[in-house]
């Protein structure tokens, strides 16, 4: 099905809270993913799993481990959730030049949220990240924009986590970062047209989100909306 | 709206109605296509039947007298057939990115009626019965921004056209009102003996669209604060610059003079049934018969240095609120060469993010300076948290509750920014200043949005609506008035404290009219004369 880069980003956002997370990563993970949708990828599933992740406990909120740089889940033996990584590794990249997570969910949403912060703060970063699998993904983003280079990872890196690090660069090796012509295309048909969801995924995140609704009572009808049943007037 | 059909009057913008397949009782489809210099804008109607038990302004209606559509371009007869069986669905259906704005409205069926059997009777409407009413339709929603599947706003908001906020929406509801009106003449002209007239010119310009709005306008000032900012900052320095003027020129006098009277008669006519909103409007025609007594003596305002500024103090000094923001409508109508040129500042495509290298203390005292107000009240006192925002199961719904008498407050919407802020001012007063704001936010995410919130705002310093808007003195109603005044609606008429109608588009120039010179002087619209 069709859908709008707004509708996955209010989505995503409103099944985040729907599953207890607080408001302010909510909105941070509804703009990763609809950049990830306009990017090209799945990021209404990729936004899904983490979600239900969370949901189901696999995935946790992160600690500091030691190190102040240093993001680790707060429960061992689960995964560190992006949703709560990801805002939190980006503040920290304010005051240090590298920060890494331990077993990470999911990276690309990651990735996507390190996209949209940089372009608020100028920053220029490179993503680094090993699946358990041994494979390696890396992401150069400046100022707005992200390059992955690498095939994204497979469910099996999502499931086991991943060990990524992001380190700003100082100088800018690559300034005139630009995106590709295809780059350009991809995200300019977003605009245009909006981008493709798998009908199930979209009705896995209205269930979630609809955690966020207060159910029905003859009260709520007849004088929450603060006007009468008919307008025949 | 103004700056719509400023533009469209600057850019000699066309509108055509290129179908109209409507049946006897104005039940059909139709297309007006609104062009500009680099593009079209194709409205696309559709007129249905519509049961008396089922016309509600309300979100949870299922069914209305006539949807619409905002297509991009002009449509093909595929799209029309395409949006024939999802339009009327409104929220059950979904769009494509072709289509920017979805609404629907339903007939006034004090005044469709009327001026319908009117007109087939060869006879014009009674101006009264139209100034009591001032529209055939009134809108229930308009979306846009990718709700239901249409364009995104990114999609539009490169185009000088369409860039300014809602200019989409407003367009609709522009193309909207002539529907309506070639639908009323339609319904008369098929019903009557052939004794038909057409509604004529003045009364047909003094008809707008009625629009039915509820809570759902809240949520948004809240989420929006760059661009609440942004619109009241064009507002300030608009007033600002008028203020400066050294002197009134005889002709800005002459003209204040005649939009005094335009005004007075604007207000006599603004008839509300809400018992505060009357006595508020009382007030202000009896604010603005001062106004027209101090610049009418000798020793009036006008005549001194910066005139317009010492008018201004006077009416701060004695007159009203709502009379005062009534003067400051009227100052700005004077000088559209100082203040026309901020309508290009009124948009924001921004997002804020956290500066995480910001210390503590430092929050805390951006905290103490920009949002004492919210740590003044005292949230231990019940009342001062009577109240909750939420979404009903129901269509999605917002509407407001009481935290003490209903469920649902475990889902309330993140509103109460007054609370959330004094929750988090009282943390950062027993939080180790040694700790970084990144290590607090990792132990404390509940915090995250407030405090994204606290650092935009300290740049944009009219973001923040300074009450608590779950107190059980909040009034939602000042919200929607706020909001609907920056579209600049008229009429404005409570149904309730969370509910209220507004007129738009009442006086703006019709299609063929959008030439004119005096295209864009239709503020504070006034019913025509009889004849």
Redesign the interface.
Known sequence: ???????IE?LTCKAAVGVGL????A??AG?AAAWLSGAGFAGADIACRAIENIRKGRAR????SGH?AS?CPDTKGKLASVM?AA??L???L??TSRVTVARLDEPLLLFAHLV??SS??AMELVLHSVGSTGKVLQGVIQRGHGRLEGPPFSDQEAKNGSEVSVTMVGGSQDRNFKPTKKESETRRAA????VEVTEAIWAELQRLA????????A???QR?????????? | MRTLVRRMHRESWTIERTRFNLDRNGFGAAVYSACGPERSYSLVAFANPLDNDQRTDRVIAEAWDASFVLYDGVPADEDIARLASRAPRQEAGRFEGSELVLSRANRSMRLFDYVCSSLAAGVQPDIARLTEVGYLMRTTAVYGNGKFGVGDRAKIAGRPELAGPFQAELLTVYLIRCFTLDQVEHVAKAKSSGRFVPLERSRKRFLGIGNATGLGMAPFLVTHPELIHRWVHARESALARVRQVMDAAPEKIDRFQALLTRARQHLDEWQVEDSRQHASILETRSGVARIREWVSVAASPLVEKRPWNRLYQMAEACLSVETQEFLVSLLLELYPELVDELESTLSSEGRSSIDASQSMRELQSTIEQNYRWALEIDFDHPGSQQHFWYTSVNKLEPRFGNRYSEAGADREMPLAIARDVQRLYRQLTVTDDAVSLAQYLLSHPEHRHVVRRIQANAVHTYGEIQDNLVGEDCLPLHLLRYKLAFFGASKFDPKSALWTRITLFQGAPLPDELHREDADDWCFPVAPTAH
């Open positions: 099905m069709h859908a709008s880069n707004a509708e209010t607080p408001a302010g990563l909105e941070d703009v909120p992160v600690i500091i102040t993001l709560y805002p939190s980006f503040d920290f304010q005051t949209c912060s608020v703060r605009i245009q047209r909006g609809a955690h966020t609704l207060v159910p029905e009572s009260t709520s009808k929450g909306a603060g006007a009468g049943m008919i307008d025949n007037d």
